[in-house]
């Protein structure tokens, strides 16, 4: 489950990055996808990585949690 979650947010990283990158796209629908799969992220693995554990993991997913509400919120 872990290997899937780092694979899925490397996915992720990359498509924000080449969002930024390409100055063609419409960064409206570039947001939309982004937030899609931040929310994915967040709802598969909210309350999946115990802090004690996988103290790594459970900040990513904080961090998306919050970056996905700010984006629900701002844009």
Do not use: G, H
């Not at 931040?38 to 004690?52: A, H, I």
């Amino acid at each position: 489950m872990e290997n899937n979650f780092w694979n899925y947010l490397y996915e992720t990283s990359e498509l924000i990055e080449n969002a930024t990158n390409d100055v063609t796209n419409d960064n409206q629908a570039n947001i939309s996808l982004i937030t899609k799969r931040l929310n994915t992220l967040e709802l598969l693995y909210d309350r999946s990585f115990d802090p004690v554990d996988s103290y790594e993991a459970f900040v990513a997913v904080k961090l998306i949690s919050a970056l996905s509400k700010t984006l629900k919120t701002d844009f």
